[in-house]
């Protein structure tokens, strides 16, 4: 049995009062903690869960709202839970060199041994990786090119997650995502404004052209969050489980 849990769920800004993008993959042989903003240890805090659990943090691109919260995992792992198990931070090329400027900017610089073992791992588009206990295949998206945007499909036990990140509409996103369990899309914008947020309006005028088992929305702006369980389509909350 394959479980994900929605740590946070709003956009960059924390529309509605929510936290912004981090979500638990737990499978059979382990959990991968997809995206890790700012606010996940909060998160984790408040839905009582512990970091010791993650395997993995994969991080989607590099926007603070989606691995801001990385250098504060490490360091909380490091100084309140005496982690002694491995982790392993991965994401688009460049992943270490951008977490590391990102805790030395925080003021908490990654030089040291935290007494347990780090290791970076890049997930250059276009092939299956082994992350921790699952596997993962990456795929670019249509957003900011700078921060190196990408889409996962996420096998962790028995079932398939597939993961939007943050993208605007692009034609290969259907059978990117298709064959997936559950498929968590993000929905920044109510009607089409923005090429690089998908938007309600352009995930209904595509509806058809999707595959999956179960489509959830996730990254909700202001009129979106609003909208949370008034839709055709589901949407996620901060503390949302999904049983698969």
């Given at each position: ?16 009062g929510r ?27 408040d839905l ?160 058809d052209e ?35």
């Open positions: 049995m394959s479980e994900v849990i929605f740590i946070g769920t709003s956009d960059a800004f924390g529309a509605g936290r912004q993008s981090a979500l638990l993959v737990r499978g059979g042989s382990g959990s991968v903690l997809i995206d890790c903003g700012t606010t996940t240890n909060t998160g984790f805090a009582d869960l512990d970091r010791n659990e993650v395997d993995a943090i994969v991080v989607s691109h590099f926007h603070a709202d989606h691995f801001g919260g990385v250098p504060l995992f490490v360091l909380a792992a490091r100084y309140i839970d005496q982690r002694k198990t491995p982790l392993v931070i991965a994401g688009p090329p460049e992943t270490e060199a951008r977490v590391r400027t990102l805790a030395a900017a925080m003021g908490h610089p990654m030089d040291d041994d935290p007494g347990f073992q780090v290791t970076f791992q890049e997930l250059p588009p276009g092939s299956c990786h082994a992350v921790g206990p699952a596997q993962i295949e990456s795929f670019e998206t249509q957003h900011n090119l700078e921060a190196h945007p990408h889409g996962y499909r996420i096998q962790c036990g028995t079932h398939t997650v597939a993961y939007s990140g943050d993208t605007g509409w692009f034609p290969e996103l259907p059978r990117r995502v298709a064959g997936a369990d559950l498929f968590i899309c993000e929905c920044t914008q109510h009607q089409a404004a923005l090429d690089f947020h998908l938007s309600l309006e352009e995930l209904e005028a595509h509806r999707f595959d999956c088992g179960r489509q959830m929305l996730t990254h909700l702006g202001s009129e979106m969050s609003a909208l949370r369980g008034a839709l055709t389509f589901d949407t996620a909350d901060d503390g949302t489980v999904v049983t698969l």
